[in-house]
């Protein structure tokens, strides 16, 4: 059963916000987080508080997914099976939630497993609406898209075209010998507010011509790099990324981190910008020769991809 092993958490490498408005991303699983089915025979005394506060939440999940229209899903939920399992199952999990890691796209991801029968035969592109309809119990709206990738676990190509494709894709293997990295704010930050504000915002015209003018078309070239569609220096477009979303994304960048990312642009040792909608860890890209430096100044905050 596929629910058996863990599911990863995320990093969107590019797309933060464009794939809102109909832009491409590209998002990899992380397996240093995961979040794990467990049965209650596995609650031990340390997990105790965490099984308890897990069985709430997913008997709050199955009476969201019970009131939504059958209609709603291509793979249609077993709500009797999921009823009578409530207490029988819980939810192991040390991704950290508000960090822009996909938290809640890994709880969509297992129980779109465990309770919707047939969403193995599915496409992506099914099974991406389904756990949109799941996930939008944690976030008001989703896109799908974190949840796919936990779900898959593997990297995936959403593309502005609206074609999804998993795709082969080491992070540890990037054109120019860099690495990505996350370096940690501390703060956390939750999702629905920020992208509610960033819709608001698309209601200006200069702001929303600039967005789909200039900021999805650099996502598209960094993507483009990163898989090898096309040549160029990634560290280069991240570097333009993280000055534009310095600029018109301030109020999701969590303030600890302004200087840290100022100091990035101006040495160009490394360069910082979102991984998903803002606080909780920030995405980084520096050299390979740069890495031991920066472990230095940051110990633990920093984790290299």
């Not at 996909?102 to 991801?109: D, E, F, N, T």
């Not at 309770?115 to 496409?123: I, K, Y």
């Not at 990037?174 to 990505?180: E, L, S, T, V």
Request: aromatic share 12%.
């Amino acid at each position: 059963m596929k629910y058996k092993d863990p599911y990863p958490s995320k990093i969107m490498l590019a797309g933060e916000y464009g794939v809102v408005v109909g832009g491409s991303a590209l998002t990899i699983p992380y397996t240093r987080f995961n979040a794990r089915v467990r049965n209650k025979k596995d609650i031990t005394k340390e997990t105790r508080e965490q099984a308890a506060k897990s069985q709430v939440y997913l008997g709050k999940i199955f009476n969201y997914l019970s009131q939504l229209p059958a209609e709603t899903f291509h793979a249609a939920p077993d709500l009797d099976f999921f009823s009578a399992n409530l207490d029988n199952f819980w939810l192991e999990m040390d991704i950290p939630t508000a960090y822009g890691l996909g938290s809640s796209g890994a709880v969509s991801a297992a129980l779109y497993d465990m309770f919707f029968p047939g969403a193995e035969d599915l496409s992506l592109a099914q099974q991406k609406e389904d756990l949109a309809a799941i996930e939008s119990f944690f976030h008001g709206k989703s896109s799908g898209i974190d949840a796919l990738t936990c779900h898959a676990r593997a990297p995936i190509y959403f593309s502005s075209k609206g074609e999804i494709q998993k795709r082969e894709f080491n992070p540890s293997k990037i054109p120019g010998d860099y690495r990505f990295f996350l370096l940690d704010s501390g703060e956390r930050f939750d999702t629905a507010p920020l992208v509610e504000y960033f819709l608001e915002q698309m209601k200006n015209s200069t702001f929303a011509s600039s967005i789909l003018n200039e900021y999805l078309m650099i996502n598209q070239k960094l993507i483009e790099v990163l898989l090898g569609i096309r040549e160029g220096d990634p560290a280069m477009l991240i570097m333009v990324l993280s000055d534009y979303q310095y600029t018109h994304f301030r109020k999701m960048i969590p303030e600890n981190m302004l200087d840290v990312w100022i100091e990035g642009q101006l040495s160009n040792e490394y360069y910082l910008k979102l991984n998903g909608s803002g606080g909780g860890y920030m995405l980084g890209i520096t050299h390979e020769s740069s890495m031991e430096s920066l472990s230095e100044r940051w110990k633990q905050k920093v984790i290299f991809i």
